[in-house]
């Protein structure tokens, strides 16, 4: 009898991952006898859980909040997670990696841009800020930090500068939110990496208006919950393009897919799932 592979995701909370409709539905598009779960772990329970699904024969892991960090110490991260601090997939051989950057450069590059001596503002610091920086550095992008406190930027700066020392890529610089409408000015890609705009957290808040973006400048937020934040409502009115979280989203489950299953993600197909799922979300919330 056939054996059906189990994946899943761990973190606290868990429930409203997206994760085992967007990958559930590559599997079955690709006809892989595979089942995809939400686990929810304590933080105490990192390692027992990492080591119970490698055990088990789980074919692979994502790790979501606030169990990235912990994962590093029961995997075999490699040189970006090591880098980044943090891991999201995890393979069948415990091979760790983070995809969260490649999620957001992928997006951009389906998007049409052209990553490579682009400037980009990335607004924020947090751990998505980190994962995508390091990846726009790779990919030789101008990367300019802005982040409500200029310390933390900083920090973000130097880490990536000494980890890119040897590799020839893009630039990094560190400033605050208060010189936003010149940065603003400099840059062809504004990235919201941060909690603004985020329902239930900063709920209709923006960081940057209309009338502070110029023609031509390509509008991303990372922010997926509502779909059309505040930012990108700013940057329609502004008739500007705009890339929302669902893009980052969908492009870093497709790189987590492919080290799994060495296949090509069936990418349209796991982003119109997760769009339909957002969208009965919504329309429930609504409705409360
Ligand atoms: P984090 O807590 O590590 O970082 C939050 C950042 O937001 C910090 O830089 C903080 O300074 C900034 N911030 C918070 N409140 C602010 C305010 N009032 N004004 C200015 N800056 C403020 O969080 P994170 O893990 O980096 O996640 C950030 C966002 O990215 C979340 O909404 C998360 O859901 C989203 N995210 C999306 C994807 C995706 O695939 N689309 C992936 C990862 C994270």
Known sequence: MAVTTVYGVIGSPVGHSLSPYMHNAAFNALGIDAAYYAFDVDKTQVGNAIRGALALGFGGLNVTFPLKKDALLYCNPDALSKRLGAVNTIDRNGEGYNTDGIGAVSALKEAGITVKGTTVLLLGAGGAAKAIAAQLLVAGARVLIANRTESRSLILARQMTEANVDCGCGDVEAHSLVEID???????????????????????????????????????????????????????????????????????????FALWTAKEPPVQI???????????????????
Do not use: W
């Open 182 to 256: 010149h940065l603003v000015n400099e840059a062809r890609v504004l990235i919201n990496a941060t909690t603004v705009g985020m329902r239930g957290v900063l709920d209709g808040q923006t960081l940057v208006r209309a009338h502070q973006m110029h023609s031509g400048l390509v509008v991303f937020d990372v922010v997926y919950h509502p779909l059309e934040t505040p930012l990108l409502r700013e940057a329609r009115s502004a008739g500007l393009q705009t890339i929302d979280g669902v893009k980052m989203l969908v492009h870093q489950g497709a790189a987590s």
């Open 270 to 288: 796991m982003e119109a799932t997760v769009r339909e799922r957002l969208l009965n979300v919504n329309s429930a919330e609504n409705e409360d």
